[in-house]
């Protein structure tokens, strides 16, 4: 990349991985981008009255489009900042967010345990969360954070079954 490359933002990849911004925010900026990803959730959830099962596919479509538009946004964030996964990209945050929460019953209680779950895993990145910040620029910065949502769902989904 050239060194002109550097400082140049492109508009609309910067909005998408910093997640209109709240990348910006600090300290912290990837739990900012998890706890906007959980309280537009519970909105969504609550002010919808969307039935379990549609909120699950809402929730699983936001995640897949998170990752889809997130790939290149983080990809150029990465060039142009001249930072290998810079930490104002937090489009990852908030599609393993999401993730964390295709299941999850539309409530504080749920909301804050798949919050924890998943901030937990992405900070901790159990095997194979951490080798995948290895693969190539926006693929590595965002399925790290998938794995980590993966992994909160299913914790989430076990202490539902057992808990209630």
């Known amino acids: ?7 140049r933002k ?9 997640f209109l911004g709240l990348g910006m925010l600090r300290p912290g900026p990837g739990t900012w981008g998890s706890a906007a990803a959980a309280v537009l959730w519970l909105a969504v959830g609550m002010g919808l009255h969307l039935a379990s099962g549609t909120l699950a596919w809402l929730t699983l479509a936001a995640a897949t489009v998170a990752l889809t538009a997130g790939v290149p946004a983080a990809t150029r964030v990465e060039q142009e900042s001249g930072r290998e996964d810079p930490g104002q990209v937090v489009i990852d945050e908030v599609a393993g967010q999401w993730i964390a929460l295709i299941h999850s019953r539309v409530n504080l209680s749920h909301l804050l345990a798949g919050f924890l779950f998943f901030r937990l895993f992405d900070i901790v990145k159990p095997w194979p969360a951490r080798q995948l910040e290895g693969l190539p620029a926006g693929w590595g910065i965002m399925l ?3 794995a980590a949502g993966v992994y909160a769902l299913l914790l989430m989904q076990a202490l539902q079954h057992w808990i209630g």
């Open 1 to 7: 990349m050239s060194e002109a490359a550097v400082g």
């Open 10 to 18: 492109t508009a609309w990849a910067w909005a998408v991985g910093t």
């Open 144 to 146: 790290d954070d998938v």
